[in-house]
């Protein structure tokens, strides 16, 4: 009778928590929240100052006495406690109902190659954090979804969602992940690889958030005619430790960004070489489906497609394609049933 009750008035949630951004959608509301996967604290107290936009803008500009933290890397929950304040954050803020309305349902996604472990981690932070039922679903299957993609069709269909810790690669059919790939090779690292160029290639450093705006600003996969774009470097000279600037073309950042765009085409082919060849047969005929942040990087689909010499689209809104697809599933929740990763927890209630 109290789960009834609180379906009443609770609006039950889907969550892509990911390691860049953090999307929520509500259930007959779409989705309501994108904010960034950042939380600024003080460093003795651990109270919260910030969290989302506004915590991002702190990053690397903060006094020494409070700290902004990235509480998920790779793709999992590095810390749990700040995790916890962050999804009753979100929680609160999509509900105003009071204590009773602010106890959901959730989904949230998850890399397919976690730990059990990591996914405990997960289920009990959105636990603490108010919710009253948790399911899990892998970031690919949450993906193929919201990409529309016909899952549970007798047929095959690929997907690639390139987020910011993790890079998800599966092939889906009659309402499962027949094979796939999760490396921990995705936006975050593509950042570290414009930071370790510039020191490399002209002994400057960048911060974190300078690397990410000129990926987002000129970052490529493959040739094009954003090949004439440029883009002045500014970090600090690490010989004189004074300020320094350098202007790049997009072939000198699609240079420094190789390190993670072999290691993703190799997962891609590797995936491919594992998938029976009936399947591979309708993906040549349907084509592989980008998703996540990375799916924005000029000219990836044209690299993926060379590299696996299938045809490679991009999702309709690639960011949003994981939270989107945890709304589907809870909309049609007792349907989709077999989606989800089996295990289930719940706090009882009183």
């Not at 009990?124 to 970031?139: C, N, Q, T, Y």
Request: proline fraction near 5%; include cysteine.
């Amino acid at each position: 009778m109290l789960n009834r009750l609180y379906s009443l008035f609770s609006n039950d949630v889907g969550i892509d928590l990911g390691t860049a951004n953090t999307l929520v959608h509500v259930h007959g509301k779409g989705i309501v929240i994108s904010e960034p996967s950042v939380v600024a604290v003080e460093a003795k107290s651990r109270k919260v100052i910030a969290i989302g936009a506004e915590a991002k803008r702190m990053l690397g500009r903060t006094p020494a006495n409070i700290v902004a933290i990235r509480p998920l890397r790779d793709g999992v929950i590095s810390d749990a406690a700040v995790t916890e304040q962050m999804i009753s954050y979100y929680v609160r803020k999509v509900h105003s109902g009071g204590w009773l309305a602010a106890r959901p349902r959730m989904i949230i996604g998850i890399p397919s190659g976690v730990t059990e472990v990591e996914k405990r981690a997960v289920r009990d932070a959105a636990l603490k954090a108010g919710a009253r039922w948790v399911r899990l679903v892998e970031e690919p299957m949450a993906a193929a979804i919201g990409a529309g993609l016909a899952v549970a069709e007798p047929s095959g269909s690929m997907i690639v969602d390139i987020g910011g810790g993790t890079t998800e690669v599966a092939v889906t059919s009659l309402g499962g992940i027949v094979t796939a790939r999760s490396i921990r090779i995705a936006g975050d690292e593509m950042d570290e690889n414009i930071v370790a160029y510039a020191r490399r290639k002209y002994n400057m450093l960048l911060g974190e958030r300078t690397a990410e705006d000129i990926k987002i600003a000129i970052g490529s996969a493959h040739s094009g005619e954003w090949d004439a774009q440029r883009i002045t470097l500014r970090g600090r000279d690490l010989l004189t430790g004074l300020p320094r600037s350098v202007e790049v073309g997009a072939p000198q950042i699609r240079e420094a960004l190789e390190p993670s765009l072999v290691e993703i085409v190799n997962a891609l082919r590797d995936t491919i070489e594992e998938t029976p060849p009936e399947l591979v047969a309708d993906i040549m005929d349907q084509g592989i489906v980008l998703a996540g942040g990375g799916a924005l990087l000029l000219g990836i689909e044209i690299r993926l497609a060379a590299e696996t010499n299938m045809p490679v689209r991009i999702a309709d809104d690639p960011l949003t394609c994981v939270v989107r697809g945890t709304g589907i599933i809870l909309q049609e929740v007792e349907t989709l049933e077999k989606l989800l990763v089996p295990e289930t927890y719940q706090r009882p209630l009183r």
